[in-house]
């Protein structure tokens, strides 16, 4: 029963926070700082995201093979690979550490 209630906390949350953000007058979303702060900030979730589901487990820092996989993707970045060859990059990397390193 703790799991349903969590839940319906979190749904009852998610609702509020959504209307919470339609509630907002539109002249307080034309200002210049909120404008660049709503374009920079997914970036940077994106980023926190990423780093710390390829850098940490659980409590510890750990370099595996999602490391490679992440190293991969940033190559074939900077040489301006298509999105799905980068993707593809970084799985055949993953795969390849993972399979030689156990």
Known sequence: MT???AIGLTVVGCYAMKLAGLLV???ALERPLVRRLAALL???LL???TAQQAFAD???LVLDARAA???AAAVAL????PFLLVVAAAVLVTAGARALGG
Do not use: M, Q, Y
């Not at 900077?78 to 690979?81: D, H, I, K, Q, S």
């Open 3 to 5: 799991i349903w209630l």
């Open 25 to 27: 007058p539109a002249g």
């Open 42 to 44: 997914p970036v940077a």
């Open 47 to 49: 980023a926190a995201l």
């Open 58 to 60: 659980g409590r510890a």
């Open 69 to 71: 996989g992440l190293a």
């Open 78 to 81: 900077l040489l301006r690979a």
